[in-house]
């Protein structure tokens, strides 16, 4: 890169973040500051069933204000099922503000909700190009409060809402500043009614948030943006390396109890920590080729049914299908950056031998955390042979947006090598 062409510039945003045990109480409050009057919460049946929702309509209520529940999200959305949340806001408008309670899927379905409810179009217009327009909203949006059940994604914190477009068979996202809630509530209480499938797929969403963030490219390598240019993920940075650091060092400590003893309210708390830290960082540094393999891997799906999801279709849930592919992904990347990698194995299994081959570590300590908290052994133990590795090369090319930070290009070549070499992991 010419001298003077390389970027010098990185930017962080983040919405206001209420944290900790009964913080929820206190949204009818934090509503009213912003003059709200009609309410629109939005959650999934799953998370209705466990009461919250309803309680923080109920608490909403008690300050005066009008609350309509949506509890019909779909767990991981799609196109379809957004159409069908946007016609019930359009229907029921209009609304001051919204209310998100639950895991990523609710959240995200918010996010469509609050875009095509102050913005005029459709889904598709907004959705990245190719598979959508790429168009940018022309108002601003409502309020939205984000109120995460799940420790996992950290979309309480980010730009984008991930969807599944079923005609053309591909997860894509909508990604632009004004998506991002205005306040995050993380009240971990709410998250201890995960079921430990939940827990574990959700929390290698956390891990790998961090660790992609963490050995993404970084921001000096791209070349210089001017003003428009910059999107929200910018590579690898000092803040966004400060939250990915933090998020694995809370992990080593409360993942597996967290699975594996739910009621443990300090696990439960660092495993919240963790998810929202981990959404700060990889919100503003991007994450790159487990996550480029996970839309395929989702994508495609037979016939796997996971332990504590909704069994009436088939589906790999979005930490796991990160997951799968992550050991290897990480082999891939470590002559990007040794040292970053090595270091990520430290944080994260800080008692853990140090391997001969130091290329092995991050892998090892994955594979072991894995088997540990029961994530299928490889993308072969969720219904993928041989056969399907070069379809699955093919889908991950198509997130060109997450390979562009990558700490190393990887070829058509390298990720088949990448998901061949995940059918089995242990
Ligand atoms: N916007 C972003 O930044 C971002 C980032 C990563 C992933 N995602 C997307 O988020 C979605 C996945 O979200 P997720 O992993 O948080 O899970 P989820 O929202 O899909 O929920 C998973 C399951 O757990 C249940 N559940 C959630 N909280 C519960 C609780 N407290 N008690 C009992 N059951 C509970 C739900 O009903 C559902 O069946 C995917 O669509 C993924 O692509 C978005
Ligand atoms: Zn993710």
Same mark, same amino acid.
């Given at each position: /890169?010419?001298?003077?062409?390389?970027?010098?510039?990185?930017?962080?945003?983040? =919405?206001?973040?209420?944290?900790?045990?009964? *913080?929820?109480?206190?949204?009818?409050?934090?509503?009213?500051?912003?003059?709200? &009057?009609?309410?629109?919460?939005?959650?999934?049946?799953?998370?209705? @069933?466990?009461?919250?929702?309803?309680?923080?309509?109920?608490?909403?209520?008690?300050?005066?204000?009008?609350?309509?529940?949506?509890?019909?999200?779909?767990?991981?959305?799609?196109?379809?099922?957004?159409?069908?949340?946007?016609?019930?806001?359009?229907?029921?408008?209009?609304?001051?503000?919204?209310?998100?309670?639950?895991?990523?899927?609710?959240?995200?379905?918010?996010?469509?909700?609050?875009?095509?409810?102050?913005?005029?179009?459709?889904?598709?217009?907004?959705?990245?190009?190719?598979?959508?327009?790429? @168009?940018?909203?022309?108002?601003?949006?409502?309020?939205?409060?984000?109120?995460?059940?799940?420790?996992?994604?950290?979309?309480? *914190?980010?730009?984008?809402?991930?969807?599944?477009?079923?005609?053309? !068979?591909?997860?894509?996202?909508?990604?632009?500043?004004?998506?991002? $809630?205005?306040?995050?509530?993380?009240?971990?209480?709410?998250?201890?009614?995960?079921?430990?499938? #939940?827990?574990?797929?959700?929390?290698?969403?956390?891990?790998? !948030?961090?660790?992609?963030?963490?050995?993404?490219?970084?921001?000096?390598?791209?070349? &210089?943006?001017?003003?428009?240019?910059?999107?929200?993920?910018?590579?690898?940075?000092?803040?966004?390396?400060?939250?990915?650091?933090?998020? /694995?060092?809370?992990?080593?400590?409360?993942?597996?109890?967290? #699975?594996?003893?739910?009621?443990?309210?300090?696990?439960?708390?660092?495993?919240?920590?963790?998810?929202?830290?981990?959404?700060?960082?990889?919100?503003?540094?991007?994450?790159?080729? $487990?996550?480029?393999?996970?839309?395929?891997?989702?994508? &495609?799906?037979? %016939?796997?049914?996971?332990?504590?999801?909704?069994?009436?279709?088939?589906?790999?849930?979005?930490? /796991?299908?990160?997951?799968?592919?992550? $050991?290897? @992904?990480?082999?891939?990347?470590?002559?990007?950056? =040794?040292?970053?990698?090595?270091?990520?194995?430290?944080?994260?299994? =800080?008692?853990?031998?140090?391997?001969?081959?130091?290329?092995?570590?991050?892998? %090892?300590?994955?594979? %072991?955390?894995?088997?540990?908290?029961?994530? =299928?052994?490889?993308?072969?133990? #969720?219904?993928? %042979?041989?056969?399907?590795?070069?379809?699955?090369?093919?889908?991950?090319?198509?997130?060109?947006?997450?390979?562009?930070?990558?700490?190393?290009?990887? *070829?058509?070549?390298?990720?088949?090598?990448?998901?061949?070499? *995940?059918?089995?992991?242990?």
């Amino acid at each position: /890169m010419p001298l003077g062409r390389a970027e010098t510039v990185f930017t962080y945003g983040a =919405p206001q973040l209420k944290f900790g045990a009964g *913080s929820s109480d206190e949204i009818g409050y934090d509503l009213s500051q912003y003059g709200v &009057r009609r309410v629109l919460l939005v959650t999934d049946p799953g998370v209705a @069933a466990t009461g919250h929702p309803q309680r923080v309509a109920e608490q909403i209520s008690g300050f005066g204000m009008e609350v309509v529940v949506f509890d019909r999200a779909h767990v991981e959305p799609t196109d379809v099922s957004l159409a069908e949340a946007v016609g019930f806001a359009r229907d029921g408008g209009p609304w001051d503000a919204f209310v998100a309670v639950g895991g990523g899927s609710a959240i995200d379905t918010a996010k469509a909700v609050n875009l095509l409810t102050t913005n005029p179009g459709e889904l598709l217009d907004y959705v990245n190009a190719p598979v959508g327009k790429g @168009a940018d909203p022309v108002n601003a949006l409502q309020p939205l409060v984000a109120v995460p059940t799940t420790t996992g994604t950290g979309s309480e *914190s980010t730009t984008v809402c991930v969807l599944d477009v079923l005609e053309q !068979h591909v997860k894509s996202g909508i990604s632009h500043p004004r998506l991002r $809630p205005t306040l995050a509530v993380v009240d971990p209480l709410l998250t201890m009614t995960q079921p430990p499938g #939940v827990t574990a797929a959700c929390g290698m969403d956390i891990l790998c !948030h961090a660790l992609e963030s963490w050995t993404a490219r970084p921001y000096t390598s791209y070349e &210089r943006k001017s003003p428009e240019q910059r999107v929200p993920y910018c590579g690898a940075n000092p803040v966004g390396d400060m939250w990915s650091e933090k998020a /694995m060092s809370l992990l080593a400590t409360s993942f597996r109890t967290a #699975v594996h003893h739910g009621e443990d309210e300090a696990a439960r708390e660092q495993m919240a920590m963790a998810a929202t830290f981990a959404g700060m960082g990889f919100g503003n540094a991007g994450v790159h080729i $487990p996550h480029a393999n996970a839309y395929p891997i989702a994508g &495609r799906v037979r %016939d796997f049914h996971p332990d504590g999801y909704p069994d009436d279709e088939p589906m790999v849930p979005h930490g /796991m299908a990160v997951a799968l592919t992550a $050991p290897e @992904a990480f082999r891939f990347t470590f002559g990007a950056d =040794p040292e970053r990698h090595v270091r990520a194995a430290e944080l994260l299994a =800080p008692v853990a031998d140090r391997p001969d081959d130091l290329r092995d570590f991050l892998p %090892d300590v994955l594979a %072991d955390l894995m088997r540990d908290i029961g994530i =299928p052994n490889g993308i072969g133990a #969720v219904g993928y %042979d041989e056969g399907d590795v070069a379809d699955l090369v093919k889908g991950t090319l198509q997130q060109q947006r997450l390979l562009a930070t990558a700490p190393r290009e990887a *070829s058509e070549d390298d990720l088949a090598g990448i998901l061949h070499r *995940s059918l089995e992991l242990w």
